[in-house]
């Protein structure tokens, strides 16, 4: 259950940590669109990442959330 | 093309009465009618929010937005969505912990009781009327525009406008929110089946991926890179959209209605990642449709982009598809978002269960015609109007989050602040008042304010305390 708790806290700290990245110039440089990957702008593709990632984050969530520990000793 | 949109109409039309009918059960009760005896399974629930979040204002907006800002426009509503989800998992255990053992009667209702003061419910109401029934209008705007588009002269906009209403009003009287959500599940899959086709038809217009974003190099270089040619998607516009739409499943009623309806914790968890997916998916081609735009229609003006890009430069089976994906998209937010009005407004009536039904009902019938007529009377980018409404309920959101979360005696200063940063938040929509202070923008400015008077509130909360047998003793 501690570790469970300690993986949730870790996940939260990850998906604050993306989205405070994506408004920095490390993902949104103004009027900078290199370097490309597969002819995407950079923009693009670096938010694209990040959008995957957080949504493999809440996937991680799912499974290391400690309220369905609560809900599996509740039934 | 009229014979496509016959044959497609058909079926859609047919598998809406199948969802009413199926969901019809006669001497149903309240709670299976507004809530849909609340055991909602993980594919209609993914289907469900997908299709009350993926409105026309992603079928048609989302291009268009990519058409006029550029590649920023995936930050301002992908990122945020897949943030959104995220939140929804930890919000979503929450509030499904609060209402566990109660009858769950909308947010206004929850609030209400988290808060043990009535204004609490009434600000929560006043703000979900204020900012929904003008999304709800510039939808209904949206779908009749296009109806005009394909079938020119045939009615005026506000007939199709009140047939839309007609529709909606007529399937969830019979069915409730389970055939809301019946159909939601086939407008969910419509809206992405459809949006892929004109999607893809748009990419092979350049040949590829790489080529697109070579000839839009060369059109507009600015659509590359924020902050976009008109200098819209600042970091600080996009942190500001980030918390609005963090905020939807928090103070949008149709959204908090659907996670609490969802049949268990894990269901509505495995929801989350899905609904993840799932925006991915529907946001991807919007960026190849605006992207076309930029290519052949970056002088015109927004309707004339939706009528070519959506129906003329596709062929007739493609063009009639588009037609109903865009009424599928616009009809299942639409509705959703009525009847959690409608829902809300039950939350905060009082009397017998037939008078609330009774009433909930007419609430309903209400806010449809309010709508109808907003739709005729409103005119802005869909994908701004939207923004607006997410940020006005999202006034709401540290309210909320600190009635439902805070364990303590909590002082009600927060619903008064709220209550002021809505009265603000909409004088300088009016243009009463400024709308950047100290170089920030005021929803920043009001999100950042009430969330710091939300902690310090639960902060000087005073403990709740049970008292224990030994004390007592």
């Known amino acids: ?75 | 093309m009229i014979f496509w949109v016959w044959v497609f109409g058909l079926i859609y039309a047919g598998l809406l009465v199948f969802a009413s009918l199926k969901s019809y059960k006669k001497n149903r009760s309240s709670e299976e009618f507004m809530m849909a005896g609340s055991n909602i399974g993980l594919t209609l629930g993914v289907l469900t929010f997908a299709a009350a979040l993926f409105s026309t204002f992603t079928f048609l907006g989302m291009p268009d937005f990519f058409r006029i800002n550029g590649v920023g426009a995936w930050i301002f509503l992908a990122v945020s969505d897949g943030a959104m989800v995220f939140l929804l998992l930890w919000f979503g255990y929450h509030i499904r912990n609060k209402v566990k053992g109660m009858e769950f009667r909308g947010v206004s209702g929850l609030i209400t009781r988290c808060y043990e003061n009535k204004l609490a419910g009434y600000v929560f109401f006043l703000s979900a009327f204020l900012f929904l029934i003008p999304y709800v209008g510039i939808q209904i705007q949206g779908i009749a525009i296009f109806m005009d588009a394909a079938f020119p002269g045939s009615f005026p906009a506000w007939g199709w406008s009140a047939g839309i209403v007609l529709i909606m009003l007529v399937y969830s009287e019979i069915g409730g929110l389970k055939a809301i959500i019946f159909s939601d599940a086939i407008q969910g899959l419509l809206l992405l089946a459809v949006i892929w086709i004109i999607g893809w038809a748009c990419l092979n217009h350049f040949g590829g991926i790489g080529p697109m974003f070579d000839k839009i190099g060369t059109v507009q270089e600015d659509l590359l890179s924020t902050p976009g040619p008109q200098g819209l998607l600042t970091p600080q516009f996009l942190i500001a959209s980030l918390i609005a739409i963090l905020m939807i499943p928090v103070t949008q009623p149709q959204f908090t209605t659907r996670i609490v309806v969802m049949k268990s914790m894990k269901t509505m968890q495995l929801m989350a990642v899905s609904l993840g997916a799932f925006a991915i998916l529907v946001i991807l081609p919007t960026i190849f449709i605006g992207m076309y735009g930029a290519d052949l229609y970056s002088e015109y003006g927004r309707d004339e982009f939706f009528a070519n890009a959506f129906l003329y430069d596709q062929p007739d089976a493609v063009a009639a598809l588009a037609i109903i994906g865009l009424i599928a998209a616009g009809l299942s937010t639409t509705n959703a978002q009525i009847f959690a009005l409608g829902s809300e407004l039950r939350g905060l009536l009082r009397g017998n269960e037939s008078s609330i039904m009774r009433n909930t009902k007419i609430g309903i019938f209400v806010f449809s015609v309010i709508a109808f007529f907003f739709s005729i009377i409103v005119f802005d980018q869909l994908v701004l109007l939207a923004r607006v409404s997410f940020a006005g309920t999202g006034i709401m959101g540290p309210m909320i989050i600190l009635g439902i979360l805070s364990d303590r005696k909590v002082s009600p200063a927060i619903i008064y602040l709220s209550l002021v940063g809505l009265i603000v938040f909409l004088s300088s929509l009016a243009g009463f008042i400024p709308d950047m202070y100290f170089g920030l923008r005021l929803d920043l400015l009001l999100f950042i304010i009430l969330g710091l008077v939300a902690v310090i509130s639960h902060l000087t909360g005073k403990k709740l305390q049970l008292i224990s047998p030994e004390k007592d003793q």
């Open chain 1, 1 to 75: 259950m501690e570790k469970k708790r300690l993986y949730w806290r870790i996940c939260c700290i990850a998906a604050i940590f993306l989205c405070i990245l994506t408004f920095t110039p490390l993902v949104i440089p103004q009027g900078i669109a290199t370097p490309e990957l597969a002819g995407v702008p950079y923009s693009l593709w670096t938010s694209f990442i990040i959008t995957v990632l957080l949504v493999v984050l809440t996937y991680i969530g799912t499974r290391v959330h400690p309220g369905m520990q609560n809900e599996e000793e509740d039934v």
